[in-house]
């Protein structure tokens, strides 16, 4: 359980999406950041790839996503997520992001956080073919994969696990984030 508490919050909840790539990260973020908007809430949506495009980290092939540098970029985007919410507009992250440093950092750091999982498996991961990562990974045109040839931390204990290989449960995970969040007290409408 992290630090999120039922009081009326003068910062904004970050909801921190995590997932490998093609897990549904995106699409489930857009969902709930459209259903926050609908219901009157300040909200930044915030993806991983349009924020290494923006702090202008495009590495070259192989280069610059080692473990190392996924996980300091991980850090920088806590670090805006955090810069936000501190002035009261509530952030969805999708991210990968697959690390304890940053979970735990994100649990002590931010004043209502809320860590979302999308567990898919490896057999739909490369079914649906995002990007064509894993089919590249698996010719051998592509190394640092996370999840495959990068460890991962998976999150020890997410406010919510989603372990399915299911495409279309984006409104229902959306709308259960959602209500999880309003049961803490932090959106009212």
């Given at each position: 359980m992290n630090n999120c508490r039922k009081k009326k919050l003068d910062s904004g909840v970050v909801i921190w999406i995590t997932g490998l790539s093609g897990s549904g990260k995106s699409t489930l973020a857009s969902e709930v950041t459209r259903l926050l908007?609908?219901?009157?809430?300040?909200?930044?949506?915030?993806?991983?790839?349009?924020l290494r495009a923006i702090l202008g980290v495009e590495p070259k092939v192989d280069e610059g996503y080692d473990r190392a540098s996924r996980r300091d970029l991980a850090m920088k985007y806590s670090?805006?997520?955090r810069m936000i919410a501190l002035q009261g507009i509530n952030v969805v992250i999708s991210t990968i992001s697959l690390f304890k440093e940053v979970h735990n950092w994100n649990r002590h750091h931010f004043p209502a956080y809320f860590e979302g999982y999308l567990k898919v498996s490896l057999k739909e991961l490369l079914r649906r073919g995002p990007?064509?990562?894993y089919e590249r990974f698996y010719s051998g045109d592509l190394t640092n994969v996370a999840g495959l040839d990068i460890s991962i931390d998976e999150p020890e204990a997410p406010d919510l696990l989603i372990q399915?290989?299911?495409i279309d449960i984006t409104s229902n995970w959306a709308t259960t984030i959602l209500r999880n969040m309003k049961k803490r007290g932090y959106f009212h409408n």
């Open positions: 908007r609908q219901a009157g809430e300040p909200v930044v949506l915030l993806d991983g790839d349009s670090n805006i997520c990007k064509g990562i399915t290989d299911e």
